[in-house]
Every structure is written in C-alpha cells, then in structure tokens.
C-alpha cells in the first residue's frame, strides 16, 4: 500500500500538480490538507477518471480542509473535531486490512509563540492537547493505525535548518515540540520518515514562499509527517520525500508531498 501526504495550498489551483503527483507516483491513498475549497466544489471528476473513485472530503471555503482519496475502497470513514471547532483539520478512513488512516492538518499558530497574547498560538496548544487525550483515551497502540499530515512542527534539531536560530520561532519551540511527543507516546507512533532518514540528517518539507530562491537559501523545516502504529512499523518499506515538487510549476505549493510504502 503506497499513501501519500500534501499541504497541497488549495486543491483547484493545483490540481494539475495533483494529476501529476498521481502519474508519478500512484499512489494507492493521497491525504490532502489546506483544500481550500467546500466539499460540492471539489474536483473529484479528474481524479475519479484517473481510479481515485472513493473520496472522503471534508473542507470549508477559503481555509484548511482535509481530503483522503483512494482507488481502495473505505469499509467507513469520519471526521472529528477539536477545540469547539468545525474547521476541517481531521478526517478518518477505515481501508482495507484493518487499516484506521487519520490525515491532519494541526493549526499554524501564528507567529507569535505565547498562548497569553496569541489567540491562534493558544489554539494550536490547545488542539494539541485535545487529540492527544483523545488518542490515549479512545486509541490504543495495539490497532493497526497510520497519522499523516501537516503537523506545522518540526520536532528534531535537524528537523529546520538552525535549531538555535528557530527555538523562538513557531513551529520549532519547546513547548510545541514537547506536546507533539506527547502526541506521539499517545499510541506509540512511530516516525515513519525517521525509519529510513536517521535523525542526524537534515530533513525538510516545506521551504517558505518568502525566500527569492527557496534551493539555493533551502531554509526548510520538515513540517509534514508519517506516523504509524507499532503493528505496522515492521510492514514500512520506503519513504520519499518528493522535494522537486517545490519548484513544480506554475504555482508549487510551499509543502511537498510525502510517501510511504507499507507492505500489507
């Protein structure tokens, strides 16, 4: 089973980009967040037409949004919400095999890195909090369960490009790093990308749209990530990065796509 995982940064604007992940890679599942786009709006004639016919969509106008498309069947699907919002951030598939797919897209936070003054920085932590309690309470490591998505943390040092520069910088400081390992202990998630890139090795997946030259500066973060439960971590067989999407063209989102290679 080949799943892919994309901040795609607005599905009809890219959906080209997306027939071409499609061709590229096929994979059997594309988890999508920052759709963009209300669920009647989504363009799924294309992807259908290309065997992506099951399609669980779950977006709002303008922001966030999370889609699970499939050329396999889901035995169910749901979606969940947190921090007394409808806002489109989680949705769930059951696929075949037993397989529970969850694809996330945690809230930026903003750019200021204090709950006290920053009411987007305080959801964040929020949002955090809740999942994990759920995924301790409702989840157990034993079930056979893979998490993708946009996460907006980069946990290890070699996770951005300075460690020391960006402590202060949202999306790297202790707090969100510490509550997105409690996240992870939450079921024993395993860090599917780390399996085959060692944490001593840099490792990015989002390079920012304010660099003039995002390759040649590659201040990156690996914001977007593959977490599987115990029962399949022995079943991973390979993860790409696809770090040439950055500059696909005409309009490349500031994430890429990531992959991983279950063997079920």
Known sequence: M??????INSVRMRLDLLLRLMEEESPDVICLQETKVVDPDFPLGPLAERGYVHAHVHGMKSYNGVAILSRLPF???????????????????????????????????GDIPDPAVNEKFAHKLQFLDEMTHWLRTERTPDRRMVLVGDLNIAPLEQDVWSHKELLSVVSHTPIEVEKLSAMQDSAGWVDAMRRFVPPSEKLYTWWSYRAKDWEASNRG??????????PLAGALTGVTVRRDARGWEPKPSDHVPVIVDLDV
Do not use: F, M
Request: proline share 6%.
């Open 75 to 109: 035995e169910s699907h749901d979606v969940q919400h947190w921090c007394g919002k409808q806002d489109c951030r989680h949705a769930l598939a059951h696929l075949p095999g037993g397989i529970e797919l969850h694809c996330v897209y945690i809230p930026a936070g």
């Open 2 to 7: 080949r799943i892919a995982t994309w901040n």
């Open 221 to 230: 973060r690996r914001l977007d990530h593959v977490w599987v439960t115990p």
